[in-house]
């Protein structure tokens, strides 16, 4: 991994090719993480994947935590990792959500438990927050792009095959997301399952 | 010409055709509730896209309404055949985020089960797959020596599956009286029944039939679809978390990487076989090594006290109620955490808010990203070709599902 004054140099390296790419860097329990700017993420990724003295060339996972109440709330992580130098880095990128403030977006005066399916014809993604796929620097992120968006509602820009992996296709809401309710779900038993249909 | 008997006669030829298969969701071939949507042209597969989801039962989000020490028993039941791994995956990055270093008896007591369960894993998976193709007895005769590892996660943890035996801290318990004893003719015998397996397939015709040259992915693409485990090792690349990182005994163990030549599922099952006896070695030695002293961490803001002082000492009373009832509380931060598992990388992502409970518990599952080059080994294969790599491939939808 590299230490706290190397992620420093690295951020530094980075800089130099794009500007205002990475945001921040944080190094905690030891784990080296550079915050990204989510609008050049597939910037900064490349320069990690193809710089010759870096060539962070394996993600190991890419996965989403809600940091919700914080805002920007939604935090995408790239575990990456140099194979050949034994040396694991994070990229991180914070993402807001713009159903709630933000420019254009209304704040929202209570927390839908379980949200509403957008009517036909209408496209239910404008409520939700957008990032660039990386599926063709890494075919790996495909399963787990997919895997985001279902829970998150994340959307990947130029994914090829963006739906729900995990859950039904009909399911509606994003269940990992910190104010959705565990136990959400209306439970089917024999003596109502006819009114559930 | 053949004249059916609607009247209609059949003149084009119908050997070309194209027509989906659905394969799944239940079906024994697929280890579980796995459904493939496959293109076959007669038996050639021509596309196939697995469907998942169907056991999904939401653990990543249950985990976050659980104190971290109830949050074990949720991982376990992820992939359930290689359960200790998910604990070691748990409890590790969640050690990593409290700063709290185990003892070195409990780094061994972990190794040793941790690779006890490998050799069942891959027993379980020789069984089931040499099953698919034909074998038989292999079912048995696996399930015979899992048998003997299930005794022994018993004697140790009283459960078979799902022990939960590993705390944050180290292990629930020492090791009983008479464990070493048993451990060590397991470890005797196992090397010689992995050359009985070998001697009944190795060199079987069908089998080599079945499986040689079949289902071939080359190295740089299981990278690029972030393959790990036996499947990118059966390829030729020596890639094994245990040796590039420092976790655990891993770093005193002498053991080797069996890797592979083409990648075909011939090899596949080669690199795994072997495995079991590189682990029957690492157990052997770990119980050799086995350095005396506390099982677990002394630290009693995170580690139950023992039962003993909860009579004698109102300290570890209150320590007590309050770790069972509310639990520890993690200050903020967020760790990923991975190891090694049966099928590849198996990390465990933490996300730690200053609560006595996680705010999100992430697996990166090696059976859920593996998954993803199934297609690659199935597409212009036969249908048979296709089952038997699935077997190779090695998935356990319950944790592809979580």
Known sequence: ?197 | MVEPAHGTVLTEDRTTEVMTVNIGPHHPATHGVLRLVTDLEGEMVRECRPVIGYVHTGIEKSCEDKSYWKVIPFVERMDYVSYFFQMEAYCGAVERLIGLEIPPRAKYLRTIFLELNRIHSHLVWLGTTALDLGAISMLWYCFRERDRILDLFEMAAGQRMHTRYFQVGGVIEDIPLGFEEKLRSFVADMPVRVGQYQALLDRNEVFLQRTKGVGIVDRERLLELGVTGPLLRAAGEPWDLRKAFDYLAYPEMDFKIPVGTVGDNYDRYRVRVAEMVESTRIVEQALDALPEGPHIAEDRKYVLPPRSELSTSMESLIHHFKLVTEGFRVAPGEVYYGIESPRGELGCFVLADGSAKPARVHFRDPSFVNLQSFRDMAVDTYVADMICSLGMLDPILGGVDR
């Open chain 1, 1 to 197: 991994m590299p230490d706290a004054p190397g992620l420093e140099l690295l951020r530094g390296e980075i800089e130099r090719d794009h500007p205002g790419a990475v945001l921040d860097t944080s190094f905690d329990r030891g784990q080296p993480a550079l915050i990204a700017d989510p609008a050049q993420i597939i910037a900064v990724l490349t320069w990690l994947r193809e710089a010759p003295a870096h060539r962070y060339r394996f993600l190991s996972s890419l996965h989403a935590a809600d940091y919700y109440p914080a805002e920007p709330r939604f935090g995408i992580h790239y575990e990456l990792l140099n194979r050949d130098r034994v040396e694991r880095v994070r990229v991180k990128t914070m993402l807001g959500d713009p159903a709630v403030g933000g420019p254009g977006g209304k704040p929202r005066t209570d927390t839908p438990a379980r949200p509403q399916a957008s009517p036909p014809g209408q496209d239910p993604q404008p409520d939700l927050p957008q990032i660039d796929s990386c599926v063709s620097l890494f075919p790996t992120a495909n399963f787990q792009e997919r895997e985001v968006f279902d829970f998150f509602g994340i959307v990947f820009k130029g994914h090829p095959d963006l739906t729900r992996i995990l859950l039904p296709d009909d399911y509606v809401g994003w269940p990992q997301r910190r104010d959705f309710p565990v136990g959400g779900e209306p439970v089917v038993f024999t003596y109502n399952e006819r009114a559930h249909g």
